[in-house]
């Protein structure tokens, strides 16, 4: 694994990947490489690990699309490639330009060969190729790469013959290989507007979507939406959308860095046509579309509430930040971000108070996603002493304690206030409406003797029944069961605010461990110290404390 010499052929194998794997496999792995080919040590060969990397993550986003691409770095036999690779799986595999197979006819022996001609004389060459009624996909790379080298600097020409090429062979990897390159790293940013133009033009195939998707993220952070949007309607009038499959990821990927800029109507139009086509997303796909979903939600609200708190603010950048950008400088600049909140105990609490956790549940979402994304880039963490953590929630379970009498009694409090208190009102209410005229009908007409006295009796306890049933299924579900559930966790969460919460983030910034593994810890010490049912009590809070979850998933990147 991570062995240089299996690239650019076979980038699965150097990262060491398993048959299925996934974009989180992928990710794991390529952060373990480049652990050992850190930029700023070994940048040649960061450069081509990174290379790799983007290969396998369009894959996966691209799917059976592009795989493919996936099978070798070129489609051709020549001086700078080791493998062939066939366009079809049922073809045989392409030579190198200029040999005999390509060619109608054998050549005598003292003349040169297409590609011989080309490093001896490329004007000839250039010529000859002209000339040539029929060309193969290397004949085309060829003829780009002359066009360059006749002129003494790079030209348009080499795009425009690499594009020719796709025109007539669309599914040859080795072109789309090397046209998906040269727009990825040659197309100045004053180019941009005329090379997606010309591409759209000229192709007219949904390959465009995956070719062009680069320089599309290039155009939406430098145009204006509303330029960025007309030029994107006018190039796909150009596209004939024959597989939806390649529209559909590309504005996936589009969507993440578009999103900070575009007004919603055009945010709320992208989004349902790509949710309409959801069941037929592949899983990594559906992945992408929750994450939209659940920022698009975030946008939603922080313009709503139109928050100045600096660790939303910071929070929400580095979001923004991870979005537009996947490499490792952005990277190590979102995790100095994420560790510098994850420090900032107090500050989390302010950003993420109790009275405003059911609004925040989708800032728990999103920083877990953004831990995932950016954790890859960082060396495992160090387990602690299992003897340390035992002490650490002994310590903890402790401190906590005392206060659970506290709990329940603001729990029995509100109960005895909004159910037994009314519900004894209700039944005096109703025997002293109802006894008087029981008494009169039982005893005033009917007389004194035993049989009324029985039916009296039966009457009064018919009228005790029908009072208590009347109170459990009219009044006290009608006005009395939300105020009392809203009463109650107003009063818990005052005193968890005031008792716990403090502590528990201490305990959170010293572990460092998921939000699970915390709780089942509690619960098992919990138990052993005689203290049943802590670690549900603990786990219904801190489900409910968005800023605790997002502490939490923070610590992860300090440890």
């Not at 081509?48 to 996936?70: D, F, M, S, W």
């Not at 490499?327 to 560790?339: E, G, H, I, Y």
């Not at 009463?487 to 910034?509: C, D, E, H, P």
Request: glycine share 6%; aromatic share 8%.
């Amino acid at each position: 694994m991570n062995d240089l010499s299996l690239l650019p052929g076979d980038p699965v194998g150097f990262f060491g990947l398993a048959e299925g794997y996934d974009r989180r496999d992928l990710k794991r792995a390529y952060g373990q490489a480049i652990r050992v080919y850190k930029p700023e040590t070994h940048p040649a060969d960061f450069g081509r690990v990174r290379e790799a990397y983007e290969r396998l993550e369009k894959q996966l986003r691209y799917g059976k699309q592009q795989q493919k691409l996936a099978e070798a770095a070129d489609a051709w036999s020549d001086s700078s490639v080791t493998a062939s690779v066939p366009t079809e799986p049922s073809a045989t595999v392409r030579t190198p330009a200029g040999s005999a197979s390509d060619r109608p006819a054998a050549k005598p022996a003292n003349e040169l060969s297409l590609r011989q001609l080309a490093v001896a004389d490329p004007v000839a060459a250039k010529k000859r190729l002209q000339a040539m009624p029929r060309r193969t996909p290397p004949d085309y790379f060829l003829a780009a790469v002359l066009a360059d080298s006749t002129a003494g600097q790079p030209t348009a020409k080499y795009l425009s013959h690499l594009i020719e090429g796709l025109s007539a062979f669309p599914s040859d990897p080795g072109l789309m290989s090397l046209t998906g390159e040269y727009l990825r790293t040659e197309v100045p940013d004053k180019m941009l507007v005329k090379v997606v133009q010309y591409v759209a033009e000229k192709l007219r195939s949904p390959v465009f979507y995956m070719l062009t998707e680069s320089l599309w993220l290039r155009l939406v952070d430098g145009l204006p939406f509303d330029q960025f949007a007309a030029l994107l309607t006018q190039c796909e009038r150009s596209i004939r959308q024959t597989e939806t499959a390649y529209r559909t990821t590309f504005y996936l990927r589009l969507l993440r860095s578009a999103i900070w800029k575009a007004p919603a109507s055009w945010t709320d139009a992208v989004m349902g046509e790509l949710e309409s086509q959801s069941a037929e997303l592949n899983h990594t796909a559906n992945s992408d579309l929750e994450f939209l979903e659940q920022l698009r939600q975030l946008l939603k609200k922080e313009a709503e509430q139109a928050s100045t708190d600096p660790v939303r603010k910071n929070l929400l950048a580095t979001i923004r930040l991870s979005c537009q950008k996947d490499d490792a400088a952005t990277s190590a600049r979102v995790l100095q971000v994420l560790n510098e909140i994850a420090r900032n105990s107090k500050g989390v609490q302010n950003a993420f108070p109790m009275a405003t956790a059911s609004d925040d549940a989708v800032w728990v979402w999103l920083t877990y996603a953004l831990i995932e994304q950016t954790q890859v880039y960082q060396d495992e963490p160090v387990e602690l002493p299992a003897e340390r953590i035992a002490s650490q929630i002994r310590s903890l379970i402790q401190d906590l304690v005392p206060h659970i009498d506290r709990l329940n009694s603001a729990i029995n409090t509100v109960e005895w206030r909004f159910k037994y208190f009314p519900l004894v009102g209700w039944m005096i209410v109703g025997v002293v409406s109802g006894l008087i005229p029981i008494l009169g009908i039982g005893f005033g007409l009917l007389g004194t003797g035993p049989a009324n006295a029985i039916l009296v009796l039966v009457a009064i306890l018919a009228l005790l029944a029908g009072c208590f049933l009347s109170f459990f299924r009219w009044i006290y579900p009608r006005f009395l069961h939300d105020r009392l559930v809203s009463k109650q966790q107003s009063a818990i969460n005052k005193i968890y605010v005031k008792r716990w919460r403090a502590r528990l983030f201490r305990y959170a910034g010293a572990s460092g461990d998921a939000l699970q593994v915390q709780i089942a810890r509690i619960d098992a010490v919990g138990n052993a110290m005689g203290h049943e049912r802590l670690g549900d009590t603990i786990s219904i809070f801190v489900r409910q404390d968005a800023g605790l979850c997002v502490y939490v998933a923070l610590q992860s990147l300090v440890r």
